[in-house]
């Protein structure tokens, strides 16, 4: 290797992150189905995500006594989530519970913010969307 090629491969090396540092943050699907999880006080398991055409997320859930689907949309802003029902109004007024999410290393925290109210907090580890 010439002289000058070592310092530079040395400082890539360096300002490249590691593997257990370069863990992927949460993805937009897990936010809103912990979200959902979390306003409707339903097993987050239960939830099913997709990509909507309209650039939103798609959500369903099937109670399971009646195999009954439930649908919802989620969309983030900063770490806002802003859902509806489907069909339903988006919850984005300022009556509207407030639902915000915070990535804390493998940990995702949904709080939910009542207009009148404590704030109320539930953190799901990232080990609980991978079971199914």
Same mark, same amino acid.
């Given at each position: +290797?010439?002289?000058? =090629?070592?310092?530079?491969?040395? $400082?890539?090396?360096?300002?490249?992150?590691?593997?257990?540092?370069?863990?992927?943050?949460?993805?937009?699907?897990?936010?809103?189905? $912990?979200? +959902? $999880?979390?306003?409707?006080? @339903?097993?987050?398991?239960?939830?099913?995500?997709?990509?909507?055409?309209?650039? =939103?997320?798609?959500? =369903?859930?099937? @109670?399971?006594?009646?195999?009954?689907?439930?649908?919802?949309?989620?969309?983030? *802003?900063?770490?806002?989530?802003?859902?509806?029902? *489907?069909?339903?109004?988006? @919850?984005?007024?300022?009556?509207? *519970?407030?639902?915000?999410?915070?990535?804390?290393?493998?940990?995702?925290?949904?709080?939910? =913010?009542? /207009?009148?109210? $404590?704030? +109320?907090?539930? /953190?799901?580890?990232?080990?609980?969307?991978? *079971?199914?």
């Amino acid at each position: +290797m010439p002289p000058l =090629t070592r310092p530079i491969a040395f $400082a890539i090396l360096l300002a490249s992150p590691s593997a257990a540092l370069a863990e992927p943050a949460f993805e937009a699907k897990a936010i809103c189905r $912990a979200a +959902m $999880a979390a306003i409707t006080g @339903r097993d987050l398991k239960l939830f099913q995500a997709a990509d909507a055409p309209d650039g =939103t997320i798609a959500l =369903t859930y099937a @109670r399971p006594f009646d195999n009954f689907v439930w649908a919802y949309h989620c969309r983030l *802003e900063g770490n806002r989530v802003i859902w509806a029902d *489907e069909p339903g109004r988006w @919850r984005q007024d300022a009556k509207d *519970e407030k639902i915000s999410f915070e990535v804390a290393g493998s940990q995702l925290r949904i709080t939910r =913010t009542p /207009v009148n109210g $404590a704030a +109320m907090q539930e /953190v799901f580890d990232r080990d609980k969307f991978l *079971e199914r």
